[in-house]
C-alpha cells in the first residue's frame, strides 16, 4: 500500500517545538513534491508547508510563516517539519501526502495520505 507515515507529534506547551517526520512506504519520494496539512476539530484539512521535489523550493501558509520549516531527505525517503514557537491555534492532527506542484491553497491534489500524527499544544 502506497502511504505515508507520520510520526512525532505530542503535548507541548504553548512556545515549545516539536519536529515532525514523513516517511514513505511503498514508493520513493524523489520525484515528488510533498505538503503538510493539519486538521483541527470541526475545521477542514488546511495547507501548511510544502517542498519540491529537490528541495529547492517551499511555500508556507500565513499562519505558520516564520514559525515552522519543512525539509526532506530524499536518501531516507522523509520529509519533515520542525515546528517552533507552537501556539494553542496549531493544535490539529497533522498530516503528509505527494502532490504535483508546491501549493498550500489545497489538499486535493495530494494523495497517498497517512493517518496523521497529533500535536497538542496547550499548558
Known amino acids: 500500500q502506497l502511504q505515508f507515515v507520520e510520526s512525532g507529534g505530542d503535548l507541548v506547551q504553548p512556545g515549545g517545538s516539536l519536529r515532525l517526520s514523513c516517511v514513505a512506504s511503498g514508493f520513493t519520494i524523489y520525484y515528488y513534491t510533498i505538503g503538510w496539512f493539519r486538521q483541527a476539530p470541526g475545521k477542514g484539512r488546511e495547507g501548511v508547508s510544502c517542498?519540491?521535489?529537490?528541495?529547492?523550493?517551499?511555500n508556507y501558509a500565513d499562519s505558520v510563516k516564520g514559525r515552522f520549516t519543512i525539509s526532506r531527505d530524499n536518501e531516507k525517503n522523509t520529509v519533515y517539519l520542525q515546528m517552533n514557537s507552537l501556539k494553542s491555534e496549531d493544535t490539529a492532527i497533522y498530516y503528509c501526502?505527494?502532490?504535483?506542484?508546491?501549493?498550500?491553497?489545497?489538499?486535493?491534489?495530494?494523495?497517498?495520505w497517512g493517518q496523521g500524527t497529533q500535536v497538542t499544544v496547550s499548558s
Open positions: 501526502a505527494a502532490g504535483p506542484e508546491c501549493t498550500v491553497a489545497s489538499h486535493r491534489p495530494y494523495a497517498y
Open positions: 517542498i519540491n521535489s529537490d528541495g529547492g523550493a517551499t
